[in-house]
């Protein structure tokens, strides 16, 4: 199993660019969360879904917009990109979502915004 | 609301060293505690977790246990490894909140072992 793999690994956009983060887990995992981690902060939570067709926003959704058309894929878009979207993200999945789930996460990648 | 406070660091810890990183948390209810942690250039990954009071979590010679009356749930390894350098997470799953096995993250302490 590859487990959650995230492309690009990095990128650099310029203000007002449009790019599409993309997340694939191969664990047949129903949940499935976008994190942010900005320097010397913890993580958080920008979208999650519960199943295909079904999302929901988290902490700090403003910006971004998500599409869950199947189990496995999970992408993250940016529309119009801003200096405050540079930042490290996260995708994660988990299999029932509960308390006690663990949340399995991606390598990341590394946005800048100039 | 929720919330997760976890020491500052960086902390830096001769091999062989005791290690504690110090995390308390605000919650509702029972929330489940978890230490992920993020070795250089990685995503995170569990480390250990605890989901009711007086659990102990320990994998990998760390451990921590869930402490209701202090609402602490501090990560211990008795002899740490240059292999231990990384970012240490406390987080929470909150049972109430509206994101369904949301986590809540600390701001992570990094931790440098030397040999």
């Known amino acids: 199993n590859a487990g959650v793999t995230q492309t690009p690994k990095f990128r650099i956009l310029k203000i007002g660019q449009s790019m599409t983060l993309q997340c694939t887990q191969d664990m047949n995992h129903n949940y499935m969360y976008w994190y942010r981690q900005d320097p010397g902060m913890g993580l958080k939570l920008i979208y999650y879904s519960v199943g295909a067709g079904i999302t929901d926003k988290g902490e700090v959704p403003n910006g971004y917009n998500v599409s869950r058309s199947t189990t496995e894929d999970f992408p993250l878009r940016l529309e119009l990109a801003a200096p405050s979207q540079t930042s490290v993200y996260f995708c994660?999945?988990?299999?029932?979502?509960?308390?006690?789930?663990?949340?399995?996460f991606g390598p990341g990648t590394r946005l800048t915004v100039l | 609301g929720n919330s997760v406070t976890q020491m500052e660091g960086p902390v830096t810890l001769s091999e062989e060293a005791f290690l504690t990183i110090n995390c308390t948390y605000t919650a509702t209810g029972y929330p489940s505690l978890f230490w992920y942690v993020q070795y250089p250039g990685e995503g995170l990954q569990l480390l250990l977790k605890a989901t009711k009071a007086d659990d102990k979590g320990s994998n990998k010679g760390f451990e921590a246990t869930y402490r209701k009356e202090t609402t602490s749930f501090h990560l211990e390894k008795g002899s740490v490894q240059v292999s231990d350098s990384a970012v240490y997470f406390c987080a929470l799953s909150d049972p109430y909140g509206g994101s369904q096995g949301n986590l809540i993250f600390g701001k992570g302490t990094k931790l440098s072992v030397k040999p």
């Open positions: 994660a999945s988990s299999l029932t979502g509960g308390g006690a789930d663990t949340q399995y």
